[in-house]
């Protein structure tokens, strides 16, 4: 599918405007103002702004009256139809806490230590319940043929029919992705979910997104299966993606035959070389034994591929007594390894970056923070752009004044961009 074959049509009432094939920007970036992306068709009434991606979902809706928080914030429904608030948070403080103008307000519990209670709002409430209803009384006469069809279509995508397709897309994987990496965030979480394993090799006794399994790797069948099976359910809006995300917990620890594969294979199968969407992003999470077994090898191939590549590694702390708090069987001296060849892949290949997680939480000793410390700080002389440091604080609908301050203090000393991670799911 070419973008060029996507023409703009405009229909215009007094009450109603109605925009087909939009063109957004065609490059995530980070601004302070609501940036549009991809290829979507709006609706505009009198109250609402609706936006719907190419298969006539809804993506995005915000309202136009004055009961409505700030006229820069939306609400955006994932493909896990989850709503999701974008709030300013006045502006202050978000970026440099998120490294993203924007902060996503969840409706289930997580670890975030910003933001109130925008789902509490009636005006926010409105849409989430009724927003089918409002479309619903759109008018079906008077309209030109391709406007009659396009507003037929968004009214058949009902409440119920929306949540089937996100538990289709569950099912695809066998499970729903509990936590996506923090980079995501660079491009709006809008990722292709892909298993290539399942489970994870520590099963911490800190972690709230672990399932049971052990880790095992799918077959070559089962990943043919699910590409098959998410093309199908992307359909047409798979024109808005550049995104792939290797699931689940621990890909890294896949063999390097079996991820360089299905990143080729993928790719060529979602049409990522002709993605509306510049350039092609890879996430995946990695563990400290899967991170130090990884050979050069691999590396070498992923920064020759079209892609930018993310991978997270949870190092959680560099202080023993604290890993053995945390349950994650790991040594100091593993994560002091792990965060050595951290650098060193993120100074040998520039399409790849290697982020990594520490554990926050007021109950944690000094000895905790004192030890990340000469891993962020004092292991490097001098600031560094890249290789992003995500502090992830442990307890879940808990915001803390402290944790908080004590974030700040960490990010202000640290020679890596420092930024919180908000757990969230697909
Ligand atoms: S932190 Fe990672 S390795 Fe530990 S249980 Fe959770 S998913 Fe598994």
Known sequence: MDAANYKNQIFKTDDLSIELKCHG?????????PVKYGLF????????????????DLRHAKSKRKAWIHPSEWLKRTLGNDWVYYSTGGYSGVYEALGEYYLP?????????????????????????NWHQIIGQLPDAGLSDP???????????????????????????????????????HVDYNIIPLNISDGCLYKCRFCKVKNKKSFSVRSEQDIDHQIKQLKQLY???????NALFLGEHDALNAPCELILDTVHKACHAFHFESSYMKENYLFMFGSVGSFLAADKTLFETLNRMPFQTFINIGLESYDQATL????????VKKVGEAFEKIQIINDTFPHIEISCNFVMDDTLSDSHYEAAMTLIRESVNRTNPKGCVYLSPLKFGSPSRQVLYDFYKLKSLSRFPTFLYIIQRL
């Open 41 to 56: 068709s709006r609706l505009e009434t009198r109250d609402y702004i609706f936006e719907f991606n190419l298969n006539h």
């Open 105 to 129: 307000n969840l409706m289930y519990p997580t670890n975030s230590l910003l933001g109130g209670k925008p789902f509490k709002e009636k005006e926010i409430g409105q849409i989430v319940k």
């Open 25 to 33: 920007d065609t490059e995530y970036t980070k601004v302070s103002y």
């Open 235 to 241: 359909g047409k809006d798979l024109i808005n993606f």
């Open 324 to 331: 053995d708090l945390l349950g994650k069987p790991l040594t």
């Open 147 to 185: 406007v009659c069809q396009w507003v037929c279509a968004i009214k058949q995508q009902t409440p119920e029919g929306l949540h089937k397709k996100a538990q289709k897309l569950f099912e695809i994987s066998g499970s729903r992705v509990t936590v996506m990496p923090p980079d995501a965030r």
